[in-house]
């Protein structure tokens, strides 16, 4: 952040302004301390302390006014990134040339270990279900519901920060995972058990069976729409989010783990499929972070402050 100071003396100012500004205070101005009062015309939610409506505006406010900037990043992010991407695409690739040994061996022993484990239903559940949402997305949903909740009721902005760059997130990873790119790359899933395939037009054996292009679809399921897993996503642009603004990895990450493990035979996915919703989810959370620090970053402050010869004021942009 580079940080442009100027101070802007301003001199014998018109009288009254003058008497406004200097009512109550001590004739010798030259004695006074500097700075007495500082207030922020600019979009930073800390620095309007001095306005609680203002404060308790500036996440939603952030979260709307960097919708522009969120999708401009998330278009330009190979062209932005371009290491990373090559890197990513690299090893996704070696996946996919691997993928009917991996899938394999993660179906005999990941999925078999963890096929017990399910979290429980969520009362309201139902809702989720006419929507056409799984458990687990009931409980992501859920958990960053009552993120915000809290943040309402404590007056905690960076809770509530939390719960609508999330949700910004969550958007976002339907708009690329699940529309933009299962539509384009069109790859049919594995079996469910790639031991014993049967015939199907949905799953497949070969991990190459890409091109099954089909109109776009909300659904979980369908044919040629593995890749990337939206469910991971989601998981992972949410844990950016949160890891992020609270700077800890350990608890958001490992609530995705859960989520992950939780009915983990419904994923149907290659491996790659995974890895690649994992990095997608990581790029679209690093991304709402990085719109909304600059924005936040943006502004002016202005402290006005008695001087020997009248009133001053300092102005301090950042950008």
Not at 6 to 16: D, K, N, W
Not at 229 to 249: E, K, L, P, W
């Amino acid at each position: 952040m580079a940080c442009n100071t100027f101070r802007s003396g301003v001199r014998r100012l018109a009288s009254l302004l003058a008497l406004t500004l200097l009512q109550g205070l001590p004739a010798q101005a030259e004695q006074m301390p500097a700075v007495p009062l500082e207030f922020n015309l600019g979009p930073d939610a800390e620095a309007t302390a001095g306005n609680p409506d203002l404060r308790l505006s500036a996440p939603w406010r952030e979260a709307y006014a960097t919708i522009g900037a969120d999708l401009k990043g998330i278009l330009r992010y190979p062209l932005d990134h371009p290491r990373a991407t090559r890197n990513a695409l690299l090893g996704i690739g070696l996946l996919v040339l691997a993928d009917r040994s991996v899938t394999n061996a993660y179906q005999n022993h990941v999925e078999k270990a963890l096929s017990g484990f399910s979290l429980p239903e969520l009362p309201w559940q139902s809702g989720f279900d006419k929507l056409g949402l799984v458990k687990e997305d009931g409980w992501l949903l859920s958990s960053i519901g009552a993120t915000y909740l809290y943040g309402a009721v404590a007056k905690d902005d960076q809770a509530r920060r939390a719960a609508l760059l999330s949700t910004k997130a969550l958007a976002y990873s339907v708009l690329t995972s699940q529309i933009v790119l299962k539509s384009v790359i069109g790859r049919k899933r594995p079996y469910p058990d790639l031991d014993n395939p049967t015939s199907s037009d949905i799953y497949t054996d070969d991990p190459l069976d890409f091109g099954n292009f089909h109109g776009i679809s909300l659904a979980s399921d369908g044919y040629g729409t593995s890749m990337p897993s939206y469910h991971f996503t989601q998981y992972f642009a949410v844990a950016r989010v949160y890891s992020g603004i609270y700077d800890n990895s350990w608890v958001p990450y490992g609530v995705v783990g859960v989520l992950a493990a939780s009915d983990i035979k419904g994923h149907h996915h290659w491996v790659s499929d995974m890895v690649a919703g994992s990095l997608i989810g990581i790029a679209i959370g690093n991304v709402v972070l990085d719109s909304n620090e600059q924005y936040r970053r943006r502004g002016y402050t202005v402290n006005p402050y008695p001087t020997r010869d009248g009133v001053g004021l300092m102005f301090e942009t950042k950008f």
